[in-house]
């Protein structure tokens, strides 16, 4: 059973950056792919970024891809999502996934564990 505690979010405008971080407990982080995922209200949950267990294969939704990088340390058992040139459209809650093949997947019934998600303001 692996627990993800995401933190980092905030208010920021439009333009700015912010850095998430998800800490990983109880679980062989070194052996589970990583993701983020984001909500905003009243839509569905969508898939941001992912890694891979091996650290090799980095994948990013079109909107994320230039502007968001996941990294991940093992080490430090944590994954970050480091944000930039922020739009009000990035607002969002952020959750923090994790998926034990090691690699995930952009669906969200692919990824078998959650964090409790954190807040992302963008104002214009």
């Known amino acids: 059973q692996v627990h993800l505690v995401e933190s980092g979010g905030g208010l920021v405008q439009a333009g700015g950056s912010l850095r998430l971080s998800c800490a990983a407990s109880g679980g062989a982080f070194g052996s589970y792919g990583m993701g983020w995922f984001r909500q905003a209200p009243g839509k569905e949950r969508e898939f941001v970024a992912g890694?891979?267990?091996?650290?090799?294969?980095?994948y990013y939704a079109d909107f994320a891809e230039g502007r968001f990088t996941i990294l991940r340390d093992n080490a430090k058992n944590t994954v970050y999502l480091d944000m930039n040139s922020l739009k009000p459209e990035d607002t969002a809650v952020y959750y923090c996934a994790a998926d034990s093949t090691g690699w995930g997947q952009r669906t969200s019934t692919a990824w078998q564990y959650w964090g409790q998600g954190t807040q992302v303001t963008v104002s214009s």
């Open positions: 890694v891979s267990w091996t650290d090799g294969y980095k």
